[in-house]
C-alpha cells in the first residue's frame, strides 16, 4: 500500500513540476513595467483633469456639501474602518500572488505567444501611442 502512495507522489510531484510556467525574459519584464508604469501615469493624469473641472463646478452646491458630510461620516465609522484594514491586509496577502500569476503569464506569453504575435502587438501599441498621447497624456 506504502509504494502505491511513494509512486503516486511521484507522479503528482513530476506533474506540477511539468506544468511550471517558464521564466519570463528580463527585457519583456523591463518593457510590461514601462507600459504599466505609463498606463498608471495616463489614468492619473485624467483623474486628476477630471477632478480640477468638476470641483470648482461643485463648491457651490448643496449636493456637493452633503456628499463631503457622508464621505467625513463614513471615514469615521469603526465598521468601515476595520473594513478597509481587512480589504488592505488581504491585498497585501494576495501581492505575491499576483506577482507570481503575472510572472507565470509574461512566461507563457514569451516562449509560446511572442514568437508569433509580437511583432503584431507591438506595432499595434506603437500605432496606439500617439493617439494616446492626445487624449490620455502621460505628462502634464
Known amino acids: ?3 502505491k502512495l511513494v509512486l503516486a507522489l511521484i507522479v503528482a510531484l513530476q506533474v ?3 506544468l511550471s510556467a517558464p521564466e519570463p525574459d ?4 523591463d518593457k510590461y513595467e514601462d507600459l504599466k508604469a505609463t498606463f498608471y501615469k495616463r489614468l492619473l ?8 473641472a468638476v470641483v470648482p463646478l461643485a463648491e457651490g452646491s448643496p449636493q456637493a456639501s452633503m456628499v463631503k458630510e457622508y ?9 468601515m474602518q476595520s ?13 505575491p500572488a499576483v506577482d507570481r500569476a503575472r510572472a507565470g503569464a509574461l512566461g507563457v506569453y ?8 509580437g511583432t503584431y ?9 500617439p493617439m494616446l498621447d492626445v487624449v490620455l497624456p502621460a505628462d502634464e
Open 1 to 3: 500500500m506504502s509504494a
Open 16 to 18: 506540477s513540476m511539468c
Open 26 to 29: 528580463k527585457e519583456l519584464v
Open 45 to 52: 493624469n485624467a483623474y486628476n483633469k477630471a477632478q480640477a
Open 71 to 79: 464621505v467625513d461620516s463614513l471615514q469615521g465609522d469603526p465598521k
Open 83 to 95: 473594513a478597509v484594514k481587512v480589504i488592505t491586509g488581504m491585498a497585501g496577502e494576495l501581492g
Open 110 to 117: 514569451g516562449e509560446y505567444l511572442r514568437p508569433y504575435i
Open 121 to 129: 502587438l507591438d506595432t499595434a501599441i506603437q500605432g496606439l501611442k
